[in-house]
């Protein structure tokens, strides 16, 4: 029945028919229904994960333009080689993080790991081959599939903490800093860290609250560290509840509050002429719209 529903009342999934009709559902149907359990399992109701499927498909088809992009610009054929060459690699540095993952082979997965960041930029390995398999080994059903994500899961936070603990500033009231926390239930805490990390660049400038931080005692945290600006995650949709807290929270801190993750791009309209900035969800483009933006607060 629930699939029936997922198909019918809101078209999230369309599965063929057979003669006998029976439905017969693609990789693709697969895919979305992961994504759907995925979802709901986050609180975010059916009827909103339509918009979120939508979002990560335009995702999805913005990257593979900006990566065809890169090719087609390529200036000789040593670059198409080597553009061609690392997107076909995604899926094998994938097989072999899960293999590593499934027989809980923690000094070959920190192999991989160095490796990895040894070859490519930081970005680009967390966002085409950490994560990818992280969220896949999350959606896996079955005897042992729990334990494995668990092992990943704590392998990754571990590894972005230290990261993130490598360059702190050494004092943030003088060299100033942006604090990054997660909207109440809306994330785990690796989405929140390796947001910080990708943003951050290493450069100390980020610094992450911890997860379940409560909305209403950030100006009091504002107030103590004197950031220079506020972000908050959101990775799923927000709720009207939520946007009224944000607005309120806009002008009880003495900085000023920015939005990121897909929630933020499913609110864009609301967000205009409103006091919160909207980074949207793609962490190559935070940096620099979180830049801007603060130098334009400082400028007024």
Same mark, same amino acid.
């Given at each position: 029945?629930?699939?029936r529903a997922w198909e019918r009342r809101y078209g999230l999934i369309r599965p063929v /028919?057979?003669?006998?009709?029976?439905?017969?559902?693609?990789?693709?149907?697969?895919?979305?229904?992961?994504?759907?359990?995925?979802?709901? +399992?986050?609180?975010?109701?059916?009827?909103?994960?339509?918009?979120?499927?939508?979002?990560?498909?335009?995702?999805?088809?913005?990257?593979? $333009?900006? #990566?065809?992009?890169?090719?087609?610009? @390529?200036?000789?054929? !040593? !670059?198409?080689?080597?553009?061609?060459?690392?997107?076909?690699?995604?899926?094998?540095?994938?097989?072999?993080?899960?293999? @590593?993952?499934? @027989?809980?082979?923690?000094?070959?997965?920190? $192999?991989?790991?160095?490796?990895?960041?040894?070859?490519?930029?930081?970005?680009?390995?967390?966002? +085409?081959?950490?994560?990818?398999?992280?969220?896949?080994?999350?959606?896996?059903?079955?005897?042992?599939?729990?334990?494995?994500?668990?092992?990943?899961?704590?392998?990754?936070?571990?590894?972005?903490?230290? /990261?993130?603990?490598?360059?702190?500033?050494?004092?943030?009231?003088?060299?100033?800093?942006?604090?990054?926390?997660?909207?109440?239930?809306?994330?785990?805490?690796?989405?929140?860290?390796?947001?910080?990390?990708?943003?951050?660049?290493?450069?100390?400038?980020?610094q992450v609250l911890a997860l379940g931080q409560p909305l209403n005692e950030l100006p009091?945290? #504002?107030? @103590?560290?004197?950031?220079?600006?506020?972000?908050?995650?959101?990775? &799923?949709?927000?709720?009207?509840?939520?946007?009224?807290?944000?607005?309120?929270?806009?002008?009880?801190?003495? #900085?000023?509050?920015?939005?990121?993750? %897909?929630?933020?791009?499913? %609110?864009?309209?609301?967000?205009?002429?409103? &006091?919160?900035?909207?980074?949207?969800? !793609?962490?190559?483009?935070?940096?620099? /719209?979180?830049?801007?933006?603060?130098?334009?607060?400082?400028?007024?």
């Open positions: 029945m629930t699939l /028919r057979s003669e006998g009709g029976h439905r017969l559902y693609s990789c693709e149907d697969v895919a979305a229904i992961r994504s759907i359990v995925s979802w709901t +399992e986050r609180g975010v109701s059916v009827s909103k994960v339509g918009a979120l499927l939508a979002h990560s498909k335009s995702r999805e088809s913005n990257v593979q $333009h900006h #990566c065809d992009s890169r090719v087609a610009s @390529a200036s000789n054929a !040593d !670059d198409l080689a080597l553009s061609h060459a690392q997107q076909g690699q995604w899926p094998e540095w994938q097989a072999c993080i899960r293999e @590593a993952v499934a @027989a809980f082979n923690g000094p070959h997965l920190e $192999h991989l790991y160095s490796q990895l960041l040894s070859v490519y930029p930081m970005s680009l390995v967390f966002e +085409e081959i950490l994560l990818p398999v992280w969220q896949q080994q999350l959606q896996q059903v079955g005897f042992g599939k729990l334990s494995q994500w668990l092992f990943y899961d704590a392998f990754l936070r571990a590894r972005v903490l230290l /990261r993130l603990q490598m360059n702190p500033r050494s004092n943030t009231s003088e060299n100033g800093c942006v604090l990054l926390a997660a909207m109440p239930g809306q994330c785990r805490e690796l989405e929140l860290l390796v947001t910080g990390l990708l943003i951050g660049r290493d450069s100390g400038w980020v009091l945290v #504002c107030q @103590a560290i004197h950031p220079e600006a506020l972000v908050l995650l959101a990775p &799923a949709p927000l709720s009207g509840d939520f946007l009224r807290e944000l607005n309120q929270l806009a002008f009880a801190i003495d #900085c000023p509050l920015a939005l990121a993750g %897909v929630g933020a791009e499913l %609110v864009e309209d609301q967000l205009k002429g409103s &006091a919160i900035a909207n980074l949207g969800s !793609d962490t190559r483009l935070m940096l620099s /719209r979180l830049r801007q933006f603060v130098d334009g607060h400082l400028d007024t």
